[in-house]
């Protein structure tokens, strides 16, 4: 069965700072989402990535995939509280599921 | 183009009861995945179906849960002689490609509580 590994679990930063978002996944895959969950709420995509090298900026939030280390990265760039949230990784298989990784939940504070 | 629908949003049944959680896909797409997401944890694969196809329920429990994705209609997930266990957020996805070709979207989800 596919793993796939997130962390940190919890991420508690300052407005203003950086920080990265690590996904592992334990078999060969080339295709990596990105969600956001708020609480109470639904999954919603960020971003897809398809490719070995991929890499997809939206605002403060850029994300890449490197299949050869089965990594894939999450980066913050001067974290707002409005990203204040759980994120998940997911990763598409042969066998046509995707798996999710444990999330990381972020919390921006002032 | 509406998104996944899932209903009922809220679902709350009693020790033994049967509980039905409804799912319908965007348009177009034929593909749908349930979940269950327990509080403070990630999302769990349960089964992934085709119309009228159970393609993966490696991730269904062998008693009391079942799924079906009819011709006609939405995908459903019953759960019968419920638990306290069973207590979690059931979601939905759908996409219109097999499963990991392409992104899933998800619905807003079934929060059961068994009292």
């Known amino acids: 069965e596919l793993k796939v590994e997130q962390n940190p679990l919890f991420l508690s930063m300052q407005e203003g700072k950086n920080y990265t978002i690590y996904c592992n996944y334990s078999t060969t895959s080339d295709r990596l989402y990105w969600y956001r969950q708020d609480p109470g709420k639904s999954l919603e995509s960020l971003f897809v990535l398809l490719s070995n090298g991929a890499v997809k900026q939206e605002g403060r939030l850029m994300a890449s995939l490197d299949t050869k280390a089965r990594l894939s990265t999450l980066h913050i760039t001067a974290a707002v509280h409005d990203l204040s949230a759980t994120y998940f990784c997911a990763v598409g298989n042969t066998g046509n599921q995707f798996y999710f990784g444990t999330g990381t939940s972020l919390t921006v504070i002032p | 183009n509406a998104g996944v629908m899932q209903n009922p949003r809220h679902l709350v049944r009693r020790r033994g009861q049967e509980a039905r959680l409804r799912c319908s896909p965007m348009?177009?797409?034929?593909?749908v995945y349930w979940y269950r997401q327990l509080p403070e944890e990630g999302l769990k694969f349960m089964v992934y179906?085709?119309?009228?196809?159970?393609?993966?329920e490696s991730g269904m429990p062998k008693e009391r849960f079942s799924a079906e994705f009819p011709k006609e209609g939405p995908s459903i997930l019953r759960i019968q002689q419920v638990v306290r266990g069973d207590s979690a957020a059931y979601f939905c996805?759908?996409?219109?490609?097999?499963?990991?070709?392409?992104?899933?979207?998800f619905g807003q989800g079934t929060r059961l509580t068994v009292v």
């Open positions: 348009k177009g797409h034929s593909h």
């Open positions: 996805a759908s996409s219109p490609l097999p499963g990991g070709n392409t992104e899933a979207f």
């Open positions: 179906l085709q119309k009228e196809n159970i393609i993966d």
